[in-house]
């Protein structure tokens, strides 16, 4: 399973996206992922595991901020994997989605 | 708004829209200020107008609404409430904008005026509780929350190419991926910035396999257009891609364009791709559409198109379209006429008239002492000479519509007066013929026109009596036919009477009673002198003075007229005329030891006379060629020269002149010759069956034949 969902508490989902999110996973992730966008809660993107994102994905990711805004959920992103911060550069995006991306050690080498 | 470049068009209907939605939203949020999806539209509003702002440098309103962005941003967080004193503040924002808007767009040249300025600065103050510092309204803010879609000051704009991606909803699915052409277009160039439109981004039945994304992509390259496009070219299918040169470009593009070249009148597309403006792609598009917009019946010119689609800046297109003006003027200006005194070209004429006689002369010498390392010399000079005679006549050639256009107003006039209701058609308006033929065509066409306005056709009630259309139509045609000029008249009126004018002649003495004339005879009666069928002559025609007057000058022109008509359908009037008056190619022959010159056009063929093959009617003249039976005349005889049979070899030379065949018979054939014609002295003017003389290389003189008149004489 790509996805990993572990509710830390009521307000606070995190999820583990693994593999890859294009147009081959983004239909299932999304149903995967919408139930877990709850109105005024929150939800965490854990990307580490992401080793390969193209516009679908990243699609996917835009339309779930968006969601998020509707629903008051403070949506966040975070563990960013190489692959997402270059799309995410490339498609400056960065400031849309507002959250820190933590570069890891030895990154663009 | 007059100027408006059409580029922004689309921008400032979005904008708008975008607006007057943040307006509604505010009233809403007014009564519900809780509703998060309102405040969210109004970010959104100020988000996008900001980005596509920044699209086309308008700066002021990227500052100005990226202060505003910022305060809805925190109402959005959570981090400031809304309240009506805010709301009001925002629809203050609102205006201002459309005021910023409006400003930017019809006069972008000019600075903000300072009321604007100080409305701007008043707003600023009341939404965010400072004064704006200065560079946050003249330049776009580095804050950490600058917006994505900031894409950067005018100036760095201007070297960009803007690149325009709408993909289609099925772009993922055909496996397009817009991240594989940003990345590809890293390596022809810098992108500068990227913007990715989410509002197509559906809130309900989002399907994550289609495609809503548009991207605005301001590229910073040194490639060309096509070599961008090319970037894409496997996504044509799946995406709109529209391409605007960067700004900096223009002046390129512009020098480019001074220096096409002015020889031909180029067009718009081909212009533009050959400065590198658009690709061939663009324009197949914008011909495509133009042509579908022809269909549903509201054409656009090509220009208008290719800036609506943003793949041309205005100002190029503007440019491209004033060299073609340009050019065309030039090659307008550069086909148009010097004017030339005619009697230089009449000298010219006449100096060619003795070249092609002196040629004669030389040909007949060069023959007579058999000098055949000559005679290549001479042939390749008698080829130049005739060309030169050809150009020299060809100088004096005119369109004969010029002449014809003014018989519209002739129609026009008339036609009121009579209270007719008549419509004059012209064609063959360009056939050519000489310049003094049409000056003196010119009154007798006006006279038949005239004629048959005033006699041929019939008043609307007549018409409409007669079961024909109210209004009349006259046609007026010329065209060439064997080195001739025909110039018909037309009209579908009344007719000519045929009993009228056979009892008008006979009462008139013209011809006697017990007559048997032909219809075709009866109705050219009327080109004799003193006859005219209408009781009360009016202004215009109908004198009895007239057709007389019309058939002598054509003659003169060494042209003949026809009249055919139909009672109750119409009437036709035929004018032949001769393209030249000046020299002609002849066709020589003798008879009796004289030469005549037959004009080469009218020679159908020539028979040896007693070949025994055809029955020949010594007593009425007559003789049966295959079959056709034909009027002959022998030249030597009607002339009177003195017979002097050369042998019994006698030749029959077959003419035609409009339908009328007829036979010469002469002693000898001489073949083609190169004719100048020269008037004949007075005393010969009335010899029937001559029109002009001309001189020969050894000095000798041959008449030119009228044959049209011989025709006739041979009938009779």
Partial sequence: MAIDVKIKSDLITHVVIQEEMTIYTVLEQKNELIPCLKADAELQLDLSGVAEIDSAGMQLLIYMKQEAIRLNNRFSLYHHSQAVVEVVDLLNLTSFFGDSIVLPVGWGE | MGDLDDALITFTEEAKELLNEMESSLLALEDN????????????????????????GFSEIVAFTHEAETVLDQVRNGEKTIDDELISVLLGCKDHTVNLLEHCICSPEEGLPDELKSVGVKLVTLLTGNEPNKGSLSAISNSPNAPVENMGAAEDLAECWLISLAFKSDAFRMGVDPLSFLRYLKTIGDIQNVLVITSEIPEHDFDPESCYLHC??????????????????????????????????????????????????PRLGEMLIEIGVLTNNDIDKAMQKQSTAEKGGEGQPLGAILVEQQVAQPSIVEKALEKQQKVKKKVAAEASFIRVDSNKLGQLINLVGELVISGAAMDLLVGKHGLSDVEEVAETMNTLVSNIRDIALDLRMVPIGETFSRFRRVVRDVSKELSKNIELKITGGETELDKTVVERINDPLTHLIRNSLDHGIETPEERIQAGKPEKGNIELTARHESGHIIIQIIDDGAGLNKEKILAKAISNGIIPEGHKLTDQETYNLIFAAGLSTKAQASDLSGRGVGMDVVRRNIEALRGNVNIDSVAGKGTTITIQLPLTLAIIDGFMVEAGSERYILPLSTVEECVEMNSGEWE??????????????????????????????????????????????????????????QTVIKPLGKLFEHVAGLTGATVLGDGNVALILDVQGLIEKAKA
Avoid: W
């Avoid at chain 2, 999806?37 to 900001?50: D, G, P, S, Y």
């Fill in chain 2, 33 to 56: 200020p809780g509703d998060s999806e309102t405040v969210n539209t109004l970010f959104r509003a100020m988000h996008t107008i900001k980005g596509s702002s920044g699209l086309f």
């Fill in chain 2, 216 to 265: 605005k992509v301001a590229f910073k390259s040194d490639a060309d257009k096509q070599t961008i496009e090319d970037v894409f070219e496997f996504a044509l299918d799946d995406c709109d891609i529209n391409i605007l040169p960067p700004n900096s470009k223009n002046e390129e593009y512009l020098a480019l364009l001074d220096d096409l070249p002015e020889d031909h009148v």
């Fill in chain 2, 616 to 673: 020949v009617d010594d007593v009425q003249s007559y003789v049966n060629l295959r079959g056709a039976a034909m009027p002959y005349l022998r030249l030597a005889d009607y002339f009177g020269s003195k017979k002097e049979q050369k042998g019994n070899r006698q030749s029959l030379v077959v003419v035609r002149s409009g339908g009328d065949k007829a036979g010469f018979v002469v002693d000898e054939l001489h073949g083609e010759h």
